[in-house]
């Protein structure tokens, strides 16, 4: 399980990076939450794929591997990652935190766009937000939008932990994003009518 501490320690290690980065998944929900509402088995962060290098050069001596067909595989060091592929990992000794899973994320100069349908897209002003300990965060909206594909027993409990904390345009934007991805998902009686 992650603690605190070691998302302390994330923003730490990633604190001279000069790129968008924010952590994701179940901790983005948490952070937005301002408590721990559930174990997690892991800290997820995202980049935009733009990035991918100055990452790699930030973290230089690290050894990487990219998810391709749900294997890993070595991530040669010139080699530039393209859609479908999405996850990298990243590994190190001797230092905090040793071991990042980065989930690349795209974007236009001035938009967030959804891996999975480009045409959803967000301002990037809006899906970065800060916790209480100054750790920088994806959008609830989006993290959900992710978890709506093939929700588990913990998506369903993160959703229905944030949703109704969720502002009224970031639920109308969730629920037309999930409405063009998903049409007729569940989740979208709990949403705001658009």
Known sequence: ??????????????????????????????????????????????????????????????????????????????????????????????????????????????????RRNLNIARPLSMIRLRSDIDVPFLAPEIVLLYKAKNPRSKDEDDFYRVCRLLDEERQVWLKQAITVCHPGHYWLRELHAS
């Open 1 to 114: 399980m992650e603690s605190v501490s070691e998302l302390v320690n994330l923003s730490r290690l990633l604190n001279d990076f000069r790129q968008y980065w924010f952590v994701a998944g179940g901790w983005a929900i948490d952070l937005f939450i301002g408590d721990i509402t559930r174990v997690h088995k892991d800290i997820e962060i995202a980049i935009f794929r733009k990035d991918q290098s100055s990452l790699r050069e930030y973290l230089f001596g690290w050894e990487f591997t990219k998810v391709v067909n749900g294997k890993m595989e070595p991530w040669n060091e010139d080699e530039w990652l393209e859609l479908p592929i999405h996850e990298i990992h990243a590994h190190t000794k001797n230092t905090l935190f040793s071991e990042l899973e980065i989930l690349l994320d795209e974007s236009s100069q001035s938009e967030w766009r959804f």
